[in-house]
């Protein structure tokens, strides 16, 4: 059957989800908008990609996104309605269909937010943050794409979370490298420092989705991101070494209040002790802020072209309208016209300014020679110093250029020694994807850098390392898969693979004492299974001491606890039922000459000792039954042939009333008596 196909519009899956349409597809899995047939409900199934379907470790992934949704139940978070499997073996998970569009798409469709609803929305994210932490789960993948926007019908928006893919409970390892599991370059854009790796010993906690949440919340204010870069990599490296830029101005159309600015910038501290503790926190924060702009709205600042369009360099003054044109009246008046009181403060004004220049001199001469020999600090204390005596003293404005320079010049030297250390030791770690963005990263800042050759070097013998491991971990899932189906020749094969690529040879090593182990249990097994088959015959030919030795050899081969118990209790129970039917049979035998001799007495007696030695047998009972039946028809018996004694004894007496009521009694007790019709007629001849 054609998977693709099965998938088209208007086909329907697992027998209740109508496909309305293809939405895309992602890092795990394809997504479809669906609508169930009996509901009528428009849902969003998510399928794990054909070719991760086979892979254990994306199931279990795929699955565990599944069992942490359910764990969550809030109106803010995306609600999962199902799970299941389709019959060409692909998982597949249902959730609820949220009709609006990402932040994403409303920034660059829209531009920011309003202050007052940016803030709103901030909140209700956290709210559902909250949520899913108070779970034990950090999401680490939050960003614009994965914040649904819809608007009630009170003409209110409301945000939904969404996509818990990469999301992972605090009790597992949460220091797995995020390229790991298909992150794509744009979810780094909003990654916090810990998470790229900075510390290196940081393990991720919920803080870091704080980070990621206030990067979007910045984004929804200003519309634009808090760091300026030319490409990825500097949206990530720029974080782990600069401060955000203020929201404040950030989007000079924008007015945002300090107060919010302040909040948001605390949520993007490097340092993550120094970020709020919780996303409680960072709601009461917000909270206080969103008060004060009840009344408030964005207000988009009207500036004049002229001024978004000139150079940085033009005073704002310049921007004034000019002033009409002088007449002739206002012409100043020549020197020599002025009064002496003019001339006297004329010359006072030239005799200060030439005092500054002398006094600012030597600053200058000072604030060079600081220059030249790399004393940053003391040069831009001595710049100070010059600038405030005289704004306009010579050579301040090259002095300043020179020091704007040399600052940013130690700026790139300190960015470059910082992307050179995360360079190491992601090429400690050998996490390649990470180890080349700092590379890149590293060649951005510094072209001619005198290790690039043994940075590239390096990065082309991990990438190598890393193609042998996945020929390492290939052939270890294909070894495992084959011990698993008892193969132990196709494991042997991949073991070679395994040798070949394990530059260390501890995982080769590992496998190896595997298949010993695998082959040692296998030989074990089969023997443990030939005498399990002799203990069963043993056992239904009711041959005990067979029996009892095969359950030794079990012993000894460490067969399983319970199934030993359970053959122990069946040897026990025969060695105890043999015992038994033996003391029965010498019982049976004593009971059976009581029997035949009559001795009813003695017969009861054995069936008496019989019930001491194997108590709850049912032949004890039947025992007393036939000896008090035998003995009953015992004595009728003997009452008969007295009965027919007496008879006989009055007709030789010649007595034949006496003969004659005798037979009356003895037909009553025995009316098919074998001596009737011989002693009716004896009767008859006597009575004539």
């Known amino acids: 059957m054609d998977v693709v196909n099965t998938r088209e519009p208007g086909s329907v899956l697992d027998g209740k989800y109508e496909v309305v349409q293809r939405l895309g597809s992602g890092g795990m899995g394809e997504v479809y908008l669906v609508r169930h047939v009996h509901l009528q409900e428009l849902r969003v199934i998510k399928i794990l990609r054909q070719d991760l379907a086979a892979d254990p470790a994306s199931q279990k992934r795929f699955m565990r996104e599944a069992r942490l949704a359910t764990q969550i139940k809030h109106p803010n978070v995306a609600t999962l309605y199902d799970f299941a499997s389709l019959p060409d073996g692909s998982f597949y998970m249902v959730w609820e269909h949220i009709q609006g569009q990402d932040v994403g798409v409303h920034i660059r469709s829209m531009g920011p937010f309003p202050v007052p609803v940016a803030v709103q929305l901030g909140i209700q994210a956290l709210q559902g943050l909250e949520a899913v932490h108070a779970t034990g789960v950090i999401h680490r993948d939050l960003s614009p794409d994965n914040l649904m926007i819809t608007e009630e019908k009170t003409g209110q928006y409301r945000v939904r979370i969404i996509d818990l893919g990469l999301a992972r409970t605090l009790e597992v390892d949460s220091t797995h490298e995020i390229t790991q599991v298909g992150m794509f370059m744009g979810k780094l854009r909003y990654c916090s420092p810990e998470q790229a790796g900075v510390p290196a010993s940081a393990v991720l906690d919920h803080r870091s989705d704080l980070y990621s949440l206030a990067l979007v919340i910045y984004e929804m204010i200003a519309g634009v991101p808090p760091f300026e870069s030319e490409n990825q990599a500097g949206f990530i490296f720029k974080r782990l070494s600069e401060d955000p830029l203020s929201l404040v101005g950030r989007n000079p159309r924008v007015q945002v209040p300090p107060d919010l600015d302040r909040v948001v910038r605390k949520a993007l501290e490097r340092d993550r002790d120094l970020r709020f503790p919780d996303a409680r926190s960072f709601i009461a924060a917000l909270e206080k802020v969103g008060k004060s702009l009840n009344t408030a709205e964005t207000r988009e600042i009207l500036i004049p072209q002229s001024v978004l369009t000139r150079p940085a360099s033009t005073p704002a003054a310049s921007a004034t309208p000019a002033a009409p044109a002088a007449t002739a009246s206002a012409v100043p008046r020549s020197t020599p016209e002025l009064s002496r009181a003019e001339r006297l403060d004329l010359l006072a004004q030239i005799d200060r300014a030439a005092k500054r220049v002398q006094e600012t001199s030597p600053q200058v001469a000072k604030a060079e020679a600081a220059l030249a020999a790399g004393r940053l ?102 070894g495992r898969e084959a011990l698993g189906r008892q193969d132990v020749k196709a494991a042997r094969r991949e073991l070679e693979v395994v040798a070949k690529n394990d530059a260390s040879g501890k995982r080769a090593e590992t496998f190896a004492a595997e298949l010993d182990e695998a082959e040692k249990n296998a030989k074990q097994g089969a023997e443990t299974e030939t005498h399990l088959r002799k203990l069963e015959s043993a056992l239904e030919g009711k041959k005990v001491q067979e029996a009892e030795r095969e359950l030794e050899a079990l012993s000894r081969l460490g067969l399983f606890r319970v199934t030993f118990e359970f053959y122990r209790e069946r040897v026990a129970e025969l060695r105890n039922s043999l015992s038994r039917e033996e003391k029965s049979a010498y019982y049976e035998r004593c009971y059976r000459e009581g029997i035949q001799e009559h001795n009813w007495f003695a017969a009861r007696e054995v069936a008496m000792e019989l019930e001491k030695v194997v108590p709850g047998s049912p032949r004890v009972a039947a025992m007393f039954a036939e000896v008090e039946r035998l003995e009953t028809l015992d004595r009728k018996q003997q009452s008969l042939e007295q009965g027919v004694r007496q008879v006989e004894a009055f007709l030789e007496q010649g007595d034949a009333a006496k003969a004659e009521l005798a037979l009356k009694i003895l037909v009553q007790m025995d009316p098919e008596n074998r001596h009737r019709k011989r002693l009716e007629k004896q009767v008859q001849g006597l009575k004539r």
């Open 377 to 478: 600090d003391e040069a831009e204390g001595l710049i100070a110093q010059v600038e405030a005596a005289n704004p306009r003293a010579q050579g301040l404005s090259r002095l300043k250029a020179r020091l704007q320079e040399s600052q940013e010049k130690i700026a790139v030297v300190h960015r470059v020694s910082e992307t050179e250390q995360v360079l190491a030791n992601y090429l400690q770690k050998k996490q390649l994807p990470l180890a080349r963005l700092a590379f890149d990263t590293l060649m951005e800042l510094a072209p001619q850098h005198p290790k690039r050759a043994d940075y590239q070097g390096w990065l082309d013998l991990l990438a190598q390392e890393a193609e042998r491991d996945k020929r390492v971990e290939a052939a270890l899932a294909a």
